[in-house]
């Protein structure tokens, strides 16, 4: 492999890696690279192995404590007893070892649905494939807003320019040649080369990759800090560190129900393993791989709706989110850009479908200069079957050739000589093109055009411009019926223009209206948000009229709404946000137009700075440093840049407003989900903790037994709670605020929650205790069976009460969910075959019990479903 390509001509280089430009790789020849230095990928983290699943599984303090307590049975001489304890052992491994196995392939099968894709020539074809199937050799296609997947040679360049900051730091823009270079020339200055990470800011340009993955410049630096292990998401963390305090508490609750036992004569071995049992149940060390579970599966739910999460936690913080910003074009509207009408420099608006507009065209010297710049003055490539690119340049260019005019010849016939190219903060572009002379096309926001505006034409003259407030009033009206409006310019000169003297001495040609019309769908999405409490803010580089237009026919703005509403760029002034009025104000506004790029994200930090959790639509390159500073960056599949795409932490494949609905929808249901998972287990254990400690405080028979105890948590509850994660959610969720994100997964309500639930069902069992050891006078093992079959059925009926308090008891998002029905039955079934299944029974020591026995459990078992649902709704809290 050729180390150095930038001390060579391209040419060479080419033919060192025996490519040719027009035909690239051949499909074999790719598929064979591949093979041989493998994906085009820098491994960010190197996914957990199966054998580090395992391992985790085994160093765990529960597996400790279970491997004691079946040492201690066998030295006691309970072979049996040590038995069971080891398969108590192996399924708790089981169950660990294969949820997490699922949690890290989900989240692989995952991370590939978001990546970059890019332009290959294969074959002699052009296709849009994975950045990381590209290969050494490949040639690749680059345009405005492309992410370069690997490093490369240029050999083809059209003012091409390219942000390099990801690998340099440097964030003014390089711009590439095909020049050859002295070999001691440092990474940021080899202009021949284009490197992995790094964005294209302008123009086109063409290059044969080098190197891929980890021998990629970019792919050598982070190499150098690859952490094994990818990092916790902060509920993974926040579940971590409840489960660490939990078993704190849990150690010392058992620790005391051990001593109580001991001093009311129990026998210590028996306290021993009891104390080790319930310290197990309750120990919740599945808490935050089943988080991950539960976010894998809201990321996999989306994606099949064609909205890509790029990081698990967005899912979450999706469901907090209370601000969006968007812009309007594509978004808010179709898309669907068409030239409507058009005022020459003589100020008469033409309707363009109107009947001798044609004939007019051809006749009228200033309109047929505004038609060849808007050939001229525009980047789409014509030449090619199926163009892409802006949708108002396809709009331009659609426009002229309906008129008639032959636009490849035009474009041939007055080759570009230079570019100034379109940036959102100059808001226009200007070509120079050279045919003996040199002309100078340039469009643009009018404003920013009639600056350098000195002239105007009429019919075959230039005039002084002056007429400015004239314009401005007549745009201001153009945009008030929701057109997006352009300026046109020219110039001709003798000697060629430089970048500095392009835009001086312009003169004024007139202005075109395009008609985008605003999407359908949006108006229902808004709704939702309205009632979800989110605010939905555009931010937009369009001209105020047209976005407040816009902003009325989708709903977002009423159509006798205040003025003070709508902001433009230049009256920002977040440096004055100490003023809390202004504060005030900004946090009111429904429209921020013509802003900059830098305005944008100014904006997203001010809302940040004022507690907003903001979400941020933007599909453009301008868009990317706003995208990254939002709590979530949104980018659109189809129309978005490969560079607002990489930053983004989720995409709607689809180009949907109203998917972010479904993905919001999704975050809070997650959330809700682990909440209930979480008081769920919570009680249940509480429960088998207070039972077991106030039996003993008592002197009552033991309502559990140690293996019941274990039996219990490891092959019962486990399933009515993996239920519960997996739950479609409240009816009700988006009629909800938003969540505080800061907010503890447990807080004060929950804690009475798992309070309440924890002491009814431990009443119950104590009840069915009370009453066979006093009323019925059974012996101690028939009452134990009764315990433990009460405490199974209210275990499973708590899941009933996860719901909130004030909605339907019968019709919810617990009863609506398949999978509790399904988890209910198979913990029963499961609990008949430990009955039925005589050594199973014999280990947990269930004796043969009568018919009636269980409708007495049943009584006492729904006596603790009554008890919680009757004090949870006379104190009126709920678990959500
Ligand atoms: P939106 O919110 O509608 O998506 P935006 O924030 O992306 O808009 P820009 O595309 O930056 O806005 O456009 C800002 C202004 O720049 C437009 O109102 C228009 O006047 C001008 N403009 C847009 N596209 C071009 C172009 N291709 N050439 C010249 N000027 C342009």
Redesign the pocket.
């Known amino acids: 492999m050729v180390q150095e390509p930038f001390t060579i001509s391209s040419g060479e280089f080419l033919d060192l890696m025996g490519v040719v430009p027009d035909q690239g790789r051949s499909l074999d020849e790719a598929r064979l690279l591949l093979k041989q230095y493998g994906y085009n990928q820098i491994p960010q983290y190197k996914p957990k192995s199966r054998s580090r699943i395992l391992a985790d599984q085994l160093f765990d303090p529960i597996v400790y404590i279970l491997a004691v307590a079946a040492v201690l049975a066998f030295v006691f001489g309970d072979v049996m007893e040590a038995l069971a304890i080891v398969s108590v052992l192996l399924i708790s491994i089981s169950i660990g070892f294969f949820m997490e196995l699922k949690a890290v392939r989900s989240l692989e099968a995952l991370r590939k649905l978001g990546e970059v894709k890019t332009t290959v020539v294969r074959s002699g074809k052009k296709q849009i494939v994975r950045a990381a199937e590209i290969v050494p050799g490949d040639i690749i296609c680059l345009q405005r807003g492309d992410v370069v997947p690997a490093d490369g040679r240029l050999f083809s360049v059209d003012n091409l320019s390219i942000k390099e900051s990801a690998l340099t730091g440097e964030s003014i823009p390089v711009f590439k040649n095909d020049d050859i270079l002295p070999a001691n020339t440092s990474l940021t200055e080899r202009t021949n080369m284009i490197y992995r990470g790094t964005t294209v800011l302008t123009g086109f340009g063409k290059a044969i990759i080098s190197t891929t993955g980890k021998n990629t410049e970019l792919g050598r630096i982070q190499q150098m800090g690859v952490n094994a292990e990818k990092e916790r998401t902060p509920l993974e963390t926040k579940l971590n560190q409840l489960g660490k305090r939990l078993i704190w508490l849990t150690l010392v609750l058992t620790f005391l129900i051990v001593l109580i036992g001991c001093f009311r004569g129990k026998e210590l071995l028996f306290m021993i393993e009891t104390g080790v049992a319930l310290a197990v149940a309750s120990i919740p060390e599945g808490l935050p791989i089943v988080a991950t579970i539960a976010l894998a599966q809201g990321m996999y739910r989306l994606s099949k709706k064609d909205v890509i999460i790029k990081k698990l936690e967005a899912v979450q913080t999706l469901g907090a989110t209370d601000v969006i910003f968007t812009?309007?074009?594509?978004t808010l509207t179709e898309d669907k850009m068409k030239v409507y009408n058009l005022a020459s420099s003589k100020g008469e608006v033409l309707d363009v479908e109107g009947g001798d507009f044609k004939r007019r065209v051809k006749h009228d010297p200033v309109l047929n200069r505004m038609i060849q710049a808007s050939i001229l003055c525009n980047n789409i490539d014509v030449n090619v079957d199926n163009p892409t690119g802006?949708s108002?340049?396809m709009a331009l260019i659609g426009f002229a050739r309906g008129l008639g005019y032959d636009v490849n010849a035009i474009k041939g016939e007055y080759p570009e000589y230079l570019e100034l190219p379109?940036n959102?903060n100059r808001?226009?572009?200007a070509t120079v093109h050279h045919n003996g002379d040199f002309v100078v096309y340039a469009?643009?926001?009018f404003e920013s055009l009639i600056s350098h505006c000195r002239y105007y034409q009429d019919e075959n003259e230039k005039k002084p411009f002056g007429n400015t407030e004239e314009w401005y009033e007549k745009i201001d009206s153009l945009a008030a019926q929701g057109l997006?409006?352009?300026a046109f310019a020219y110039k001709e000169t003798e000697k060629a223009p430089t970048e500095d003297t392009i835009l001086d001495q312009l003169v004024f040609l007139g202005i075109i209206g395009f008609l985008d019309p605003a999407r359908k769908d949006v108006k229902a999405t808004l709704d939702v948000y309205k009632k979800a409490g989110i605010k939905v803010v555009m931010v937009?580089?369009?001209?105020p009229s047209t976005s407040k237009k816009i902003a009325q026919e989708v709903g977002l703005l009423e159509a006798n709404a205040s003025p003070t509403k709508i902001i433009r760029g230049n009256n920002i002034g977040l440096e004055n946000s100490q003023n809390k009025e202004r504060v005030q104000r900004l946090l009111n506004a429904t429209i921020f137009a013509r802003v900059s790029p830098e305005q944008k994200l100014n904006l997203v930090s001010f809302y940040q700075q004022n507690g907003h959790i903001v979400g941020m639509i933007g599909d453009?390159i301008?868009d990317v440093p706003a995208l990254k500073k939002a709590d979530i960056g949104i980018a659109m599949g189809i129309r978005g840049t490969e560079a607002a795409r990489e930053v983004a932490d989720v995409i709607l494949k689809n180009d949907k407003f109203t998917a972010i609905e479904l993905a919001i929808n999704q975050g809070r249901v997650i959330f809700q989900n682990i909440r209930q998972f979480v008081v769920y287990l919570l009680s249940c254990n509480l429960a088998e903790i207070l039972s077991v400690g106030f039996a003993a405080l008592l002197n009552l028979p033991s309502p559990l037994l140690p293996l019941q105890i274990l039996f219990l948590n490891l092959v019962t509850d486990i399933f009515p709670a993996l239920a519960l994660g997996l739950g479609k959610g409240e009816s009700d969720i988006m009629d909800q605020p938003p969540k505080n994100p800061k907010a503890p997964i447990i807080n004060r309500i929950q804690w009475y929650a798992i309070i309440i639930y924890g002491f009814s069902i431990c009443a119950s069992v104590m009840g069915m205790v009370a009453y066979a050891h006093f009323v019925l006078r059974l012996e101690p093992i028939i009452i134990n069976n009764l315990a433990f079959y009460t405490l199974v059925l209210a275990q499973l009926l708590n899941v009933f009460n996860m719901p909130k308090s004030h909605g339907s008891f019968f019709v919810n998002e617990v009863t609506r969910n398949p999978w509790v029905w399904g988890a209910i039955l198979l913990s029963i079934a499961i609990t008949g075959l430990a009955y039925l299944i005589a050594p199973i029974a014999e280990a947990l020591s269930l004796k043969n019990l009568s018919g009636e026995t269980f409708t007495i459990v049943l009584v006492f078992a729904l006596g603790s479903l009554l008890l919680a649902q009757l004090l949870k709704r006379l104190l009126a809290f709920k678990v959500s």
């Open positions: 812009d309007k074009t594509g802006d108002i340049e379109f959102a808001k226009l572009m469009k643009g926001a997006r409006i352009l937009t580089g369009d001209h453009g301008n």
